[in-house]
């Protein structure tokens, strides 16, 4: 099908309803960066954000930072008429783009070539983490995906490989890692952020939010097993859902909540391991921005996050607390290993992971569905 067009700059919508979610989380997080990845390239295409209506911009640190055009629908009643009706359109609100890139799993109406970003698909591993009102959701933008989308981007092979085996064709698959900034942040920035906190010295850090395929029952059956005194284990990000943390925890474990993105930073370089331990990741974020802070990783050998680390980390079987533990126990243990996992995992996330070559690869899959 031939799409009219207009002289200028490759006009692209592209769907960021995510950054007002109760729980962001690393989709809106991967989008904007992506979006501020797509700006910096030396040709870079007109980009607009669709969302629903709102009242109010997103909190810091998820403003987007392209125009955002709204549908003049509350996010509940979009999503529906999306899923449900297949409208309103995108061009209603964005006027004409050449493209439509969905984000996350909200799937617009196909009005101009489509790309849709599926992050990972645990719901179809792992169905009872999610509600009931989830699943339905979730299944609806497969279906929606498999026999719309003209191109699914995928940020690891684990996901395009769930992908295919979902039943989309494996030719409209494309990978497109994420990426990572060089931030790294000074050594004294990173103690006062410790202290300011109050913890321990030394202490193991995990970031997200919580919810089942986060394995944090797992990680603090490890951290018990340890039993290291003096140290803390500490929990950043906020309440999710099925989390089921128990709020009777012992004194060496410190919930911190939601933190800024720059105490977010500070911690990661402050910590002596960075430990994520997931049932499954689409890609896994935070384990790439522990990697650029010089810190060393335990994480799990399934799902894509053995793909980020590469040999560069410690991958566990995440379903095993004693090797999360026996992991962590190595790194805290040996300060010259763990100096050595920390300068190896920096190095390859600065080489193999950057915004610039994320930036690239979105353009080629625009330029592709544009013709």
Same mark, same amino acid.
Not at 43 to 61: I, T
Not at 153 to 161: E, F, G, I, N, R
């Given at each position: 099908?031939? *799409?009219?067009? !207009?002289?200028?700059?490759?006009?692209?919508?592209?769907?960021?309803?995510?950054?007002?979610?109760?729980? /962001?989380?690393?989709?809106?997080?991967?989008? @904007?960066?992506?979006?501020?990845?797509?700006?910096?390239?030396?040709?870079?295409?007109?980009?607009?954000?669709?969302?629903?209506? $709102?009242? &109010?911009?997103?909190?810091?640190?998820?403003?987007?930072?392209?125009? %955002?055009?709204?549908?003049?629908?509350? !996010?509940?009643?979009?999503? *529906?008429?999306?899923?449900?009706?297949?409208?309103?359109? %995108?061009?209603?609100?964005?006027?004409?783009?050449?493209?439509?890139?969905?984000?996350?799993?909200?799937?617009?109406?196909?009005?101009? /070539?489509?790309?849709? #970003?599926?992050?990972?698909?645990?719901?179809?591993?792992?169905?009872? $983490?999610?509600?009931?009102?989830?699943?339905?959701?979730?299944?609806?933008?497969? +279906?929606? #995906?498999?026999? +719309?989308?003209?191109?699914?981007?995928?940020?690891?092979? $684990?996901?395009?490989?769930?992908?295919?085996?979902?039943?989309?064709?494996? +030719?409209?698959?494309?990978?497109?890692?994420?990426?990572?900034?060089?931030?790294?942040?000074?050594?004294?920035?990173?103690?006062?952020?410790?202290? =300011?906190?109050? @913890?321990?010295? !030394?202490?193991?850090?995990?970031?997200? #939010?919580?919810?089942?395929?986060?394995?944090?029952?797992?990680?603090?059956?490890? *951290?018990?097993?340890?039993?290291? &005194?003096?140290?803390?284990?500490?929990? %950043?990000?906020?309440?999710?859902?099925?989390?089921?943390?128990?709020?009777?925890?012992?004194?060496?474990? =410190?919930?911190?909540?939601?933190?800024?993105?720059?105490?977010?930073?500070?911690?990661? !370089?402050?910590?002596?391991?960075?430990?994520?331990?997931?049932?499954?990741?689409?890609?896994?974020?935070?384990?790439?921005?522990?990697?650029?802070?010089?810190?060393?990783?335990?994480?799990?050998?399934?799902?894509?996050?053995?793909?980020?680390?590469?040999?560069?980390? +410690?991958?566990?079987? /995440?379903?095993?607390?004693?090797?999360?533990?026996?992991?962590?126990?190595?790194?805290?243990?040996?300060?010259?290993?763990?100096?050595?996992?920390?300068?190896?995992?920096?190095?390859?996330?600065?080489?193999?992971?950057?915004?610039?070559? #994320?930036?690239?690869?979105?353009?080629?899959?625009?330029?592709?569905?544009?013709?």
């Amino acid at each position: 099908m031939l *799409w009219a067009g !207009r002289i200028g700059a490759m006009r692209v919508a592209i769907t960021l309803e995510q950054c007002w979610h109760r729980v /962001p989380g690393g989709t809106a997080t991967a989008a @904007l960066g992506c979006v501020d990845a797509l700006g910096r390239l030396s040709d870079p295409p007109e980009l607009v954000g669709v969302s629903a209506w $709102h009242r &109010n911009p997103p909190k810091e640190p998820f403003a987007p930072s392209v125009p %955002v055009a709204a549908l003049r629908m509350p !996010r509940i009643s979009l999503y *529906w008429s999306w899923h449900k009706l297949r409208r309103p359109s %995108v061009p209603r609100a964005t006027g004409f783009v050449d493209v439509i890139h969905a984000t996350g799993m909200a799937v617009p109406p196909r009005t101009a /070539p489509l790309a849709v #970003t599926v992050n990972d698909l645990a719901f179809l591993r792992y169905p009872d $983490h999610f509600t009931p009102r989830g699943l339905r959701f979730f299944d609806r933008s497969l +279906e929606l #995906t498999r026999s +719309e989308a003209d191109v699914v981007v995928c940020p690891s092979q $684990h996901t395009a490989d769930d992908c295919v085996q979902a039943g989309i064709d494996a +030719e409209r698959v494309r990978l497109v890692p994420y990426g990572v900034e060089d931030c790294l942040v000074p050594p004294d920035e990173a103690d006062e952020v410790r202290q =300011r906190f109050e @913890l321990a010295e !030394r202490f193991v850090l995990w970031v997200g #939010t919580a919810e089942p395929r986060k394995n944090l029952e797992g990680l603090l059956a490890a *951290w018990r097993m340890l039993d290291r &005194n003096g140290e803390n284990l500490v929990l %950043v990000g906020p309440a999710g859902w099925k989390s089921n943390l128990d709020d009777d925890l012992p004194a060496s474990i =410190r919930r911190l909540g939601f933190v800024s993105e720059a105490d977010k930073r500070s911690l990661m !370089r402050a910590a002596a391991a960075f430990c994520y331990p997931s049932l499954t990741e689409g890609f896994g974020l935070p384990v790439l921005e522990a990697m650029v802070q010089g810190t060393p990783v335990v994480t799990s050998a399934s799902g894509a996050t053995a793909e980020v680390v590469g040999a560069a980390g +410690e991958v566990v079987d /995440p379903t095993r607390p004693e090797e999360i533990a026996d992991a962590l126990d190595g790194l805290l243990g040996d300060a010259d290993a763990a100096d050595s996992r920390g300068k190896q995992g920096r190095e390859r996330a600065l080489s193999e992971f950057t915004w610039k070559r #994320t930036a690239e690869g979105l353009m080629q899959i625009y330029r592709e569905l544009a013709g």
